[in-house]
């Protein structure tokens, strides 16, 4: 059975193929394709995960593909309970979202490229996954990449979302020359590329001291990329230009996942590098909080859940690089539920006023229950309100900040912004008077293939995490752990704060948005400044703009003056000396040559003209040449 | 001059004759006058073969050469009188190049044959040339003599073939 | 000088020289056809003298310098028939015998 897991993600991949080669034509089977692929995967992950409760392995599955002597390229697969629990959240997400697009995309014109592009999606999530060694992760993160990429641009008429698509790609790759150098590093000092045997380098300290932080470091950059950390956060906003679905599972449960995966995978070197963690933990904690600034003054929905994510992921990292394998991994999976649910509920109201802008709506909770209802509850799981799922792990992570107080302190900021925003977005959203009558009167519930999917993300918003609850005997941390299987505690007081932080976050929410008892403006009016820049996103992207981007303008215009003016110049040149040479030679041939050779003619004839006179015709000038010439003869001898 | 037998003298006036009428022959603005002198001339040779001691031969070049090709000249020179002015050139533009070539063509010939030793023989010659000449020409030269027969056919005809009016 | 004595071969060597030279002159230089032709009589005549000279002093018994010179007269004659036959030619067609006239293979 686990042996064959390789199928999971076979099946999208046969998708795609059968999509783009045969059926494009006809979208009611594509669609059908696709998300049959895609749930017989789901059915397959749960015997999956029920042999790995039952045996937690680490079972390795691979064959050699290329082999260089002293060490060789691995194709294969490597199960154990974050696998297990991935491949659930990969393929339950994926469903979901697909059935929804069925809905969401109805009628656009490239409808069976879209379902296409997401079966390679997950085909490349599920390849990695699996992977077991650091050369196929990449090429799967690659192709991630490309099909993020692909799926951003998805509507590349509009200008801002194909730049947005590159704008992700370019990112992501920028973190991925990190993500290399660590590869090249590791290799280097390990001679193997396999995570189970690098992981034993590390432990019996063959891989190890400054060499190994600076591994550790490189090897993140990917994740920062791809998670998108601070400083390479800048994409994921602009990426909301993509299709909401797409945003949903790429840009909110997976892709942006596979950064957190890709640290929990190999924790065992920021848990052997002190400095490689903390590094990761303060980029975590930074990315969290910028994000959830920037998050409270946005006005475009998406561009608020957009940031949100990013936070969130903030979150995970740091507690992965405080060294809490279970709690990242957790949120991980939380996570990806709830944020998938607000992306979709997000894509519901889209769907139904037309608009982004938050300030133009208002009041759809009438208009939209399901839609309304499910986003609260995704919301009070986010702000880890008891006993929804978001309450678990945010508590887990809180928890792994024990022993480092400023963590916890912005970790708890953190919380508090959260709680804060969600809840201005679902209040601006669904609460108060429609701020825009036209737009309100068009709105209505969504089709039934959107909103099944919000109600069981929904379910699993709140349930999902209670396989985390720490009094169960055969919870969360002991499946997913790292090293040893252990009970985690609970701390009434940490739960408590959190708790605490959350609900004075809703209540700060509600008093602004939902009672108007304090005015959002008079706020924004009383710190101005600190408005302005939260509201510009830290001026961030301007700043790359004019130290990365214009500067690599101005190079790529300086060498296309170059090659304009000098290369071109020096091709030029030489068709214009040869030229010369040429004429030169022309000149030498008509005048030289053909004089020589006219010459010669000219000499003859003139000669031949002078010479005829001899041709007299007399037989008497005859004899008297040949006399003389007798004569000359008889001298001569 | 050391000899003055009259052996000599007879060689001396009799070439003297020669030459004389051979530079009027070749210098006279008047054809007729060309013609005449070029009879005295070939008299003048008939007297020298006489001096050699050939009389046939003598006989021969006065009946001929005379008698019918100098004859032959004076017809032709009457037959083609030109009606033309007399003050015409007689010779064209090339004589003087003519003279020096001449004059260097004898230089070379006296040169040439002064110190050449010839094998003379002290013998006489058969008084009766006349006999021995016939005899030789029916029998050592009977070839060339039927030869010249037909060549002599083949003048014939072929002057009359040639002039005939048509 | 040999022969200077009596009149040896050279004499009539040199006269038969000056006389063809005499002849040769005439040939290369007369402008009348019927000129060239008793030029080119004296120039045979010539030949004669000295043929005949040879055969008196050298073979004087087998006379075939006096034979050759027979010859030469006759040919000579067949030759001055045609010559003239040839002139008359001649002047019918350009009622005039120029040699300097007759230049068709010129130029």
Excluded at chain 1, 7 to 13: D, H, R
Aim: with cysteine; aromatic share 14%.
């Amino acid at each position: 059975m686990l042996y064959n897991a390789w199928i999971i993600p076979a099946l999208p991949l046969a998708a795609f193929a059968l999509i783009v080669f045969f059926t494009h034509r006809n979208r009611a089977v594509s669609a059908a394709l696709s998300i049959g692929a895609i749930l017989i995967g789901f059915v397959y992950a749960i015997p999956v995960l029920f042999q790995l409760i039952h045996n937690h392995g680490p079972h390795e599955f691979y064959f050699t593909w290329l082999d260089f002597g002293t060490w060789h390229l691995q194709i294969g697969m490597l199960l154990d309970p974050l696998t297990a629990v991935m491949l659930m959240v990969v393929t339950i997400v994926s469903s979901c979202v697909q059935i929804y697009s069925l809905g969401y995309m109805h009628g656009d014109p490239r409808f069976s490229r879209y379902f296409a592009y997401l079966s390679l999606f997950t085909f490349s999530m599920l390849g990695l996954v699996l992977s077991n060694n650091f050369a196929m992760i990449f090429i799967f993160w690659e192709l991630v990449g490309l099909t993020s990429y692909l799926l951003i641009g998805f509507w590349f008429e509009k200008k801002s979302a194909s730049d947005a698509g590159k704008k992700a790609f370019i990112t992501t790759r920028t973190g991925d020359l990190g993500f290399i150098i660590g590869i090249l590093l590791t290799f280097y000092a390990c001679g193997t590329l396999n995570f189970g045997e690098v992981f034993t380098k590390i432990e019996t300290g063959i891989f190890a001291g400054g060499l190994l932080t600076a591994a550790g470091i490189f090897l993140f950059c990917g994740a920062v990329g791809k998670s998108a950390q601070f400083p390479l956060h800048v994409w994921l906003p602009d990426a909301m230009e993509g299709p909401t679905p797409v945003s949903a599972l790429i840009h909110a449960a997976t892709m942006v996942a596979a950064g957190v995966y890709l640290v929990a995978r190999i924790l065992t070197v920021y848990l052997a590098s002190e400095t490689a963690g903390m590094v990761v933990a303060v980029i975590g904690i930074t990315t969290s909080l910028i994000a959830a600034s920037i998050g409270l003054v946005q006005n475009d929905i998406k561009r608020v859940l957009a940031y949100s994510t990013v936070s969130q992921l903030g979150y995970m990292i740091m507690a992965l690089g405080l060294g809490s394998f279970t709690a990242g991994t957790f949120h991980l999976m939380t996570h990806a539920f709830f944020k998938a649910l607000l992306f979709l509920a997000a894509g519901s109201v889209i769907h139904a006023v037309h608009t982004n802008d938050m300030q133009e709506m208002g009041g759809l909770g009438r208009k939209m229950k399901i839609t309304a209802v499910t986003m609260f509850i995704a919301s009070f799981s986010i702000a880890g309100i008891f006993p929804l799922s978001g309450f678990w792990s945010k508590d887990e992570i809180v928890a792994a900040t024990m022993g480092h107080p400023v963590f916890m302190v912005l970790a708890l900021g953190v919380a508090f912004m959260t709680a804060f925003y969600m809840f201005r977005l679902c209040f601006l959203t669904f609460t108060g008077t429609p701020r825009d009558p036209h737009k309100f009167d068009h709105a209505h519930e969504s089709p039934r293939t959107m909103t099944y999917p919000l109600l069981f993300l929904a379910f699993l918003s709140v349930f999902a995490g209670w396989v985390g609850i720490p009094w169960l005997p055969h919870g969360y941390s002991s499946f997913v752990y790292h090293g040893e299987p252990h009970h985690a505690a609970f701390h009434f007081d940490i739960a408590g704060i959190s708790l605490l932080v959350g609900l004075s976050g809703i209540a700060l929410a509600y008093l602004m948005y939902y009672r108007r008892s304090i005015s959002p403006d008079k706020v924004a009016e009383r710190f101005r400044p600190l408005y302005t820049l939260l509201y510009h996103k830290y001026y961030f992207d301007e700043l790359y703009d004019a130290v990365i981007v214009r500067p690599l303008y101005a190079i790529c215009d300086f060498w296309f003056w170059f090659d304009q003016h000098i290369i071109d110049g020096l091709v030029n040149g030489a068709a214009t000396l040869t030229l010369w040479w040429s004429i030169a030679k022309n000149w030498f041939d008509v005048k030289v040559v053909d004089g020589a050779v006219n010459g010669a003619a000219y000499t003859i004839r003139g000669t031949g003209s002078i010479l005829r006179f001899a041709q007299t015709g007399r037989l008497q000038n005859y004899a008297l040449i040949i006399f003389a010439g007798v004569i000359l003869i008889w001298f001569l001898r | 001059m050391t000899d003055v037998s009259l052996t000599s003298v007879t060689f001396y006036i009799l070439s003297f004759c020669i030459i004389a009428g051979g530079i009027f022959t070749v210098s006279s603005r008047n054809l007729f006058h060309s013609a005449v002198f070029l009879v005295f001339t070939l008299f003048s040779v008939a007297g020298m073969f006489v001096m050699l001691n050939a009389y046939l031969l003598a006989a021969i070049q006065v009946l001929i050469y005379v008698g019918a090709v100098a004859m032959l000249m004076i017809f032709g020179v009457m037959l083609t009188t030109q009606l033309t002015n007399v003050r015409l050139r007689h010779v064209n533009e090339q004589a003087w190049p003519a003279l020096a070539v001449c004059g260097f063509f004898l230089a070379f010939i006296v040169y040439g044959l002064w110190d050449t030793p010839f094998q003379v023989v002290k013998a006489d010659a058969p008084v009766n040339t006349s006999h021995a000449l016939g005899t030789l020409l029916m029998t050592k030269y009977v070839l060339p003599f039927e030869v010249v027969s037909l060549l002599l056919l083949a003048a014939l005809v072929g002057a009359v073939v040639i002039a005939k009016k048509d | 000088m040999a022969g200077q004595t009596a009149i040896g071969l050279n004499h009539y060597l040199m006269l038969s020289g000056i006389l063809f030279t005499i002849g040769m002159f005439g040939v290369l230089t007369r402008r009348n056809a019927i000129a060239v032709l008793m030029s080119t009589e004296l120039m045979f005549n010539a030949a004669n003298i000295a043929l005949v000279a040879f055969s008196r002093f050298v073979t004087p018994a087998a006379l075939t310098g006096q034979m050759i010179a027979m010859f030469i007269i006759v040919v000579a004659a067949a030759e001055a028939t045609v010559a003239l036959a040839i002139v008359l030619l001649i002047y019918r067609s350009f009622k005039g015998i120029n040699v300097d006239r007759i230049n068709f293979m010129k130029w």
